[in-house]
């Protein structure tokens, strides 16, 4: 049966990541490839004991319908928990919890996006989210960043060049894929800068808390005065990503909005996850959870920077994050990183090429390497592999 | 901060619906208005067993991200205990597991309509799908139903009138809201006509393995040779709506199309509760708790029913189900439902008024009224002070 669908659906069946992801899965390859936290860290039995007490205290309350905006208990341990220690303001009724960030992505994009506009984002950026914004026929206008993140004057160039923009999607911390945060006084400019030209932000910080040097940074939300930021997090890195639980902090006028096309979009996230999150947090002390990720984050993070030293050519520049979950690497010279994808792949070990990440002109040479969700043998042996073939590569 | 939103944002803040259900929750309001499953019959014990044998056997990988077409063994477990006994051939390839069956209801609309598009559905419908199709710019096109369900030489004529349609969407089983199923010979006729006029059909059906008495009537999609009918049912009413599970099957190469949109909407279903359920499937005879769902159901329409002859005013028409949740009454004459339903309200009683669940024009007197989730003393009061309501009201 060959349906008639609609311009939302890709007309490609070029699916380039998938076939990037399904070498990557091959067992005989080793994977930096990947985007997952490290599941031996997932708290399994504190969730195994808030799962009995949910079923203890609220039995079949937890598994009937629930309301769009979430259970307000979750609410109240997000406030508590994410968005005072984070410096930023709300109360419930400033928060909807999400079938995972990516619902937030898709249903802000639905909100505001009309066949034709454009939204601006950082070059490169997260993939979903481009896939998210083209779906609903966004043109997308990228902006150029630099070891601090997205440029100011690049953004103050667009927004003039694009004054009717609908959205500016940006990941100031720990950026996926570069790994970039932006400083203090460039979100400062940034916020301000959005507020002139009136276009709103939907800043995405999936991987602010997980930072491992550096002085923490607040959220682009924290210096809003007018509601133009729209903040979104998620449970996903630092408890767990099966729950698919996340949460949009903004406007209470906002969050009336996306309630009713959250409503739409699935009624409510999975009800018994929330109260099993909410009674996590209220009966765990999530800060040394996270500290805890975040030491075995940095400490796999500086074997693979070692390595990059140690095995890479001279030449290799790289991202120096403070935190999260990526190293961004560029290899000079005029490269087809398809072409050194498959070469490494041949030797054994897989990344994700840069191309992907650009929603406009990539930048030759670049690639994306995880480094949460592998251990230390693993990292080892996946550089000495990459090194070899990417000296190799270039030397052909 | 006032928004620029898109098109697909309702532009009104006449939230009759929210209006209905608030004046429902009142506490001092018997609520005959909801469509909750009965919450004591949830299997909440055996769900604590089988959280606990995911944790022992699954542990963190319940709790990873997982693949977007829903866990496989859940999967398998649908085909065992859903598509087999209702006779619907489907292997794994062709199941999707969903975000309750809304979120297969969006994403659909999402991959088949364009603004302006037509879409034809039953009038009356479920309203949550009409919000769906409109958030798209859908044109809805209603089709007229009978005792019988929607009528074929009704669908005929609006095929022909509209052979650009892109979807039907029905609910041929138990329907929301007038509790209407349709017989095997018609199911048959419509799946030809649709058919020969090329053009798709949405089954939608939650409420199908809850019957109570005649004799069982396979889905549309037992009949479907040609991959036309996309079907769909959910856990929901089944087993709990908190976990918000649903499933799709159709044709493989609409499950890839579909699994594509269904990752930009949310990566994927949450895996925990899919490990859960499919345990529960896989420990359980979910034939036997359904059976017990169907029995309470059953005592509670019966009862309802004969309070209908005995307290409601002569002359009042109503369905007969032989499953799901809601009966359907129609008070003759030219009645004004929403003053009916504000007369109702200061009685101390609730129920749906009929014209919201229309997409075109609304049949006049007509009541969706819920029996599932409401226990035997609040069945008799509650329609002790309707009868005497309407009554009321039909004499003022």
Same mark, same amino acid.
């Given at each position: 049966m060959? /349906?008639?669908y609609s311009?939302h ?20 390859v080793?994977s ?13 039995e504190?969730f195994r004991?808030? =799962?009995n007490?949910?079923?203890d ?6 598994? *009937?319908y629930g309301?769009?905006?979430?259970l307000?208990?979750l ?7 994410f968005l005072?220690? +984070?410096q930023v303001?709300g109360a419930? &009724?400033n928060? =909807?919890?999400?079938?995972?960030? &990516?619902? =937030?992505?898709e249903q802000?994009?639905k ?11 950082e070059a490169?950026?997260?993939l979903?989210?481009?896939?998210a914004? %083209?779906?609903?026929?966004a ?7 630099d070891?601090d993140g997205m440029?100011?004057d690049a953004?103050e160039?667009?927004?003039k ?10 990941i100031?911390?720990?950026?996926n894929?570069?790994g @970039?945060?932006?400083?203090? &006084? +460039?979100r400062?400019?940034?916020v301000?800068?959005a ?5 709103p932000v939907?800043?995405?910080?999936p991987?602010?808390?997980i930072?491992y040097s ?6 682009l $939300?924290?210096?809003d ?5 729209i903040y979104?997090s ?5 408890l ?5 639980l996340?949460?949009?902090v903004?406007?209470?006028? /906002? ?8 409503q739409?979009?699935d ?8 109260y099993?999150?909410?009674d996590?947090?209220a009966h765990?002390?999530?800060d040394?959870h996270?500290?805890k990720?975040?030491?075995l984050y940095q400490? @796999?993070f500086?074997l693979? *920077?070692?390595?990059i030293?140690?095995?890479f ?7 120096n994050?403070e ?10 010279g005029?490269?087809d990183t398809q072409?050194?994808?498959?070469a490494?792949? %041949?030797?054994?070990?897989a ?5 992907p990440?650009?929603a406009?002109?990539? &930048?030759s040479g670049t690639? @994306?390497l995880?480094?949460s969700n592998v ?6 042996e996946?550089?000495?592999r990459?090194g070899? =073939?990417?000296? $190799?590569?270039?030397n052909?």
């Open positions: 060959k /349906f008639n311009k659906v890709p007309n490609t069946d070029n699916d380039a990541t998938g076939a990037i992801l399904a070498a990557a899965a091959d067992p005989k080793i930096l490839a990947g985007g997952l936290p490290a599941a031996e860290l997932f708290p399994v504190d004991a808030s =799962a007490r949910v079923f205290e609220h039995g079949a309350q937890a598994l *009937q309301g769009a905006a979430g307000p208990a609410r109240e341990e997000i406030i508590r928990n005072k220690p +984070r303001e419930v &009724e928060i =909807a919890v999400t079938t995972g960030s &990516e619902q =937030a992505i802000i994009a909100m505001f996006i009309n066949d034709g506009d454009t939204v601006l984002v490169p950026t997260y979903c989210t481009v896939d914004f %083209k779906s609903f026929g043109k997308i206008v990228t902006v150029a960043m070891d440029k100011m953004l160039e667009a927004l060049a694009h004054p009717e923009a609908k959205l500016i999607y940006t100031p911390t720990f950026q894929p570069t @970039r945060t932006m400083p203090v &006084e +460039r400062e400019q940034f301000k800068l507020d002139k030209y009136g276009v939907l800043e995405d910080d991987y602010g808390a930072r550096g002085k923490a940074v607040p959220p $939300k924290h210096f005065k007018t509601g133009n930021v979104m998620s449970f996903s890195k630092i767990a990503p099966g729950f698919r996340g949460f949009v903004a406007d209470e006028g /906002f969050i009336k909005t996306f309630t009713i096309m959250k739409i979009a009624l409510h996230s999975d009800n018994f996850s929330q099993l999150v909410a996590y947090l765990n002390d999530v040394a996270i500290a990720i975040s030491k400490h @796999r500086e693979m *920077q070692s390595l030293e140690s095995e050519p001279a030449g290799v520049k790289h991202s994050p935190g999260g979950m990526f190293i961004w690497c560029q290899i000079p005029d490269i072409a050194l994808f498959d490494c792949i %041949k030797q054994g070990v990344f994700v090429p840069g191309d990440f650009y406009g002109e990539s &930048e690639m @994306r995880n480094f251990d230390d043998d693993t990292i080892r996946g550089m000495k990459l070899a =073939a990417i000296t $190799k590569f270039l052909k």
